[in-house]
């Protein structure tokens, strides 16, 4: 269960520090830094002579402030930020309330959680430094916008955050951390510049025949297969990769943020219709195959994903597993508060599962992580004697598995 206060008018959540919670969790403690990341924008642009991201040194300062070693960089760069938030109560990790970054003492970008928008969820995708949190599960928020994205927290100058480094002119770049209560932590960034040369450069993104523009919609086929990806789908404009071979698209990779559904579809000419039946397009890791959401009309397969990499038809013809867990037949179970049994499928996964006790539809509890439907005899529904127990289980391609069994028990 959850609390939440929304504004009715717009359906956005709002910080319930504001209704008087600020005075309910007691916080002394400062936001903590974890990191800070420099990016040269572009192949023009370094930070000690490297197009490459870059972690800075950080010194801890008596006051508690933060100062990183003085960088060298010429061209366009911005800076990225690491950082969680505690309470004194609790060790519990959470986001910060405020960062402000400043170029020079002016204000160049920030953000505060006032309030939120639930359709705005999935621009954290683009606040974040998304390849190196997919590659390493360090969450950077970038704290500049290479394609500007409309996030309502965030306020920015018509540079969006990026600086320009040039001759003559000394920089002092600073963030400001801070929770609701003002505890506050900055860190301070020296930049001087810097005409050495380059000497650690950047890989160069894979150029490929498909040029996508975020801002268009796209369109990509191949053979059997074609891809339809609507426009702001993708925060940038990039080259895509896509290829089928084999009868596996290959769409791009894991690495790479995703907006909103596109669609995948799939035409399949040589399978008999109780073969078409039983299959669906499957998301391919190495040798596993997972179940994306597919619709079928006649031969053809369509499916809606915000999933990339690897796609192929995939075909599931065994039914899910059912295991009893405390449940033995013919025995007398009167002790008992429970009846336990595991479900798992090998391939397009759970879809559906029901419980009838003497014919009588019967509430099923079911817990993800063990994989387990729990029965409560609380609800009264087991006579006394004789009880008969039915379980029907199905996948998402509609092969059904059904669990019988009998057992007694006294009231």
């Not at 993104?205 to 975020?214: D, P, V």
């Not at 268009?216 to 702001?232: E, G, L, R, T």
């Amino acid at each position: 269960m959850h609390f939440e206060f929304r504004d009715t008018k717009t359906e956005k959540i709002i910080n319930p520090m504001f209704f008087g919670f600020d005075t309910q969790v007691a916080d002394t403690k400062v936001p903590v830094i974890t990191s800070i990341m420099a990016y040269p924008m572009d192949v023009f642009s370094n930070v000690n002579q490297s197009q490459r991201p870059l972690v800075l040194n950080l010194s801890l300062q008596k006051d508690g402030s933060y100062i990183a070693d003085k960088i060298t960089a010429s061209g366009k760069i911005g800076f990225g930020i690491s950082t969680y938030d505690m309470s004194d109560s609790n060790y519990t990790k959470t986001g910060v309330y405020n960062v402000q970054a400043f170029s020079n003492g002016t204000p160049v970008f920030g953000y505060q959680f006032d309030t939120f928008g639930f359709n705005e969820a999935r621009y954290v995708n683009a606040l974040l430094d998304y390849d190196r949190f997919k590659r390493t599960g360090m969450r950077t928020q970038e704290l500049f916008m290479t394609t500007p994205y409309p996030l309502s927290i965030i306020r920015t100058t018509p540079e969006n955050g990026i600086i320009s480094v040039a001759p003559n002119l000394t920089q002092m770049y600073k963030i400001e951390v801070s929770d609701f209560n003002n505890n506050k932590v900055d860190v301070i960034i020296p930049i001087d510049y810097s005409t050495l040369p380059i000497t650690v450069l950047n890989t160069p993104s894979k150029q490929t025949n498909y040029l996508l523009k975020s801002k268009n919609d796209n369109n990509y086929a191949k053979d059997n297969v074609s891809v339809f990806i609507p426009a702001n789908t993708f925060y940038e404009d990039f080259y895509l990769d896509f290829d089928v071979k084999d009868n596996v698209l290959t769409l791009q990779d894991d690495y790479t943020p995703v907006h909103s559904n596109l669609t995948i579809t799939f035409e399949d000419t040589t399978s008999t219709e109780a073969e078409l039946e039983k299959m669906f397009i499957a998301s391919i890791d190495g040798k596993k195959l997972s179940y994306n959401p597919t619709t079928r009309k006649g031969n053809t397969f369509v499916s809606y994903t915000k999933n990339l990499g690897k796609f192929t038809l995939a075909k599931d013809t065994i039914g899910p597993r059912i295991t009893p867990v405390n449940i033995k037949e013919g025995k007398w179970l009167s002790k008992q508060t429970d009846l336990q049994l595991t479900i798992s499928d090998n391939l397009s996964g759970i879809k559906e599962y029901n419980g009838y006790l003497n014919g009588n539809w019967i509430l099923l509890e079911y817990d993800y992580k063990t994989k387990k439907l729990v029965y409560k005899f609380s609800d009264n529904i087991a006579a006394d004697g004789r009880n008969d127990l039915k379980v029907v289980v199905s996948d998402n391609v509609g092969n059904s598995t059904i669990f019988e069994t009998h057992f007694f028990r006294k009231k």
